[in-house]
């Protein structure tokens, strides 16, 4: 039995390898020349449009796992990624406005949306944000020091299940509603838009999507081998057993609220990053990405996908945005109930999620195969006679 689950176990592994070098020829060779090299006229042609949907799916991906890592793996369920997501976004969006310069609707070295609300100069936290590299640092920290001090109290405090889940929704709404008001210096309802140019090139130039794209490619498989890494270590496994039996785990000596403080921080600071890289590609940041729906929705893309598998978060982030892409266009009145069958029927008949479907299958082959094999034998006994038969 042993040997037959260890060549089990390492040909999953190869599947999996082999999936990932699949993943990785798609995403960052294949994509991006089919666009770049490919005519218009051709069915291969990915168009600029298409490059920048699959570029906010890998933003969302990216999401997915580190949702996976504090859920799947931790057994920490957040309801509030929604606010370390939109706080990257924010970093990136406060350099995006002030690359714009004076190129803006009132030629003023403030942001527009500052001059029409009458502010005289500008607030001090906006203050280096004329800098990439300092935004993309904030992009990383703002989220980070957010999640390690709610993490630090949350987990000090022994706030756990379901209650840890509504504090964290309460956290979003809150950040939701401050970053709804206009005298926050965010732009308010509208948010942060009318963005220009990164690094001195348009984002409206195909090369600059292009680069954007590949970022968020690479981003995302770097992400990955990251979780990856820290899954299948000892830190891991002790946030597996954190997950399944954190009693067990204070009493063999470890302290469990730093290795959930851990894999909550950094999975602030990866959806962080993902904010920084969606917010140039779909041009707008505001308080909406903050409303607790959209955390909601970064737990079903793991739940769809296959909680505590890295790759079925991964997918589960691009099956249920590729279908809400879909069913929006192809059916704009009924989108969220197909939406919500497909959550209910993963749910009721996958446990595992899609990353889960052939093992399901086959368990469910094998009963029916048996079922049959009963019911064969049963007809084969009716017709010769059965054995209590014999002996009366």
């Known amino acids: 039995m042993s040997n037959s689950g260890g060549s089990l176990g390492k040909y999953s592994l190869t599947k999996e390898r082999m999936a990932f070098l699949a993943f990785c020829a798609l995403t960052l060779v294949a994509v991006p020349l089919l666009n770049g090299l490919v005519p218009a006229g051709s069915v291969l042609h990915v168009p600029d449009y298409l490059l920048t949907l699959f570029g906010k799916f890998l933003c969302f991906a990216m999401v997915a796992l580190a949702m996976d890592l504090v859920w799947g793996f931790a057994g920490i369920l957040s309801l509030g990624h929604g606010v370390f997501f939109a706080t990257g976004g ?10 714009i310069g004076t190129d803006g609707v009132y030629r003023s070295e403030l942001p527009d949306f500052m001059v029409f609300l009458d502010w005289k100069e500008l607030p001090w936290y906006w203050y280096g944000f004329d800098n990439f590299w300092f935004a993309a640092a904030m992009a990383l920290l703002v989220p980070g020091l957010i999640a390690f001090a709610f993490g630090y109290f949350a987990f000090r405090s022994r706030i756990k299940g379901v209650y840890f889940s509504i504090i964290t929704q309460a956290m979003t709404y809150a ?95 990866i959806c ?72 209910i029927g993963v749910t ?23 079922r049959a094999g009963r019911r064969v034998k049963e007809t084969k006994l009716r017709l010769t006679g059965s054995p209590m038969e014999d002996q009366s």
């Open 90 to 99: 924010y970093c990136m969006g406060m350099y995006l406005m002030r690359a």
């Open 175 to 269: 950040a939701m509603l401050l970053f709804f008001r206009n005298d926050t210096g965010f732009g308010g309802n509208n948010g942060l838009t009318d963005f220009k140019r990164i690094l001195g090139a348009s984002l409206h130039d195909p090369s600059t999507k292009r680069i954007l794209y590949l970022a968020s490619a690479l981003g995302l498989i770097l992400v990955f081998l990251l979780c990856r890494f820290i899954v299948s270590s000892k830190l891991g496994r002790v946030l597996k057993a954190v997950r399944d039996a954190e009693a067990r785990v204070m009493f063999s000596g470890y302290n469990p609220n730093h290795f959930k403080l851990f894999a909550w921080t950094v999975s602030a600071v």
């Open 272 to 343: 962080g990053i993902a904010g920084a890289l969606y917010v140039p590609q779909v041009g707008i940041i505001n308080p909406g990405e903050m409303q607790p729906a959209n955390s909601i929705e970064m737990a079903v893309w793991v739940a769809v996908g296959g909680r505590g598998h890295l790759v079925g978060a991964i997918l589960g982030a691009f099956v249920v945005n590729g279908a809400k892409s879909w069913f929006t266009v192809a059916f704009p009145d009924l989108w969220l109930y197909f939406l919500g069958f497909l959550f």
């Open 348 to 370: 009721l008949f996958l446990p595992d999620g899609l990353i889960g479907f052939g093992r399901t299958a086959r368990e469910m082959s094998k009963r029916v195969l048996e």
